[in-house]
């Protein structure tokens, strides 16, 4: 069964930074494209970052870029994501997922990261 387990979420100032983390277990981790998104109340999910599976390609939605960097580690099977120079429109719940079906590289949507784990809060004060 898959899990995902994401960390690093809280409070934080306008301008500040978190990192989070996700520790995957349950699947051939390297095999498999990851992404971030996020889940803004009453809003649709966003893709906020993704990376595929060997973590030479990512993609970055366009209200992160330049602030957030996506990043793995295949022999940790754990995805990363350091937010920068955070905003009050960043607070969302955040989620680790995998798309599940494996090989086809990176997606930009984010119903096709269907396997998510149970989401870590991310609130920044202005």
């Known amino acids: 069964q898959v899990q995902l387990v994401e960390s690093g979420g809280g409070l934080v100032q306008a301008g500040g930074s978190l990192r989070l983390s996700c520790a995957a277990s349950?699947?051939?981790?390297?095999?498999?494209?990851m992404g971030w998104t996020r889940q803004f109340p009453g809003k649709e999910r966003e893709l906020a970052a993704a990376?595929?599976?060997?973590?030479?390609?990512?993609y970055y939605g366009d209200s992160v870029k330049g602030r957030f960097i996506i990043s793995r580690d295949n022999a940790k099977n754990t995805v990363y994501l350091q937010m920068d120079s955070l905003k009050p429109e960043d607070t969302a719940v955040y989620y680790c997922?995998?798309?599940?079906?494996?090989?086809?590289?990176?997606?930009?949507?984010?119903?096709?990261?269907?396997?998510w784990g149970q989401g870590t809060q991310v609130t920044v004060s202005s």
């Open positions: 997922a995998v798309r599940s079906r494996a090989g086809l590289g990176i997606s930009t949507h984010h119903s096709e990261y269907d396997v």
């Open positions: 349950g699947l051939a981790f390297s095999r498999y494209d």
């Open positions: 990376i595929d599976r060997s973590g030479s390609s990512t």
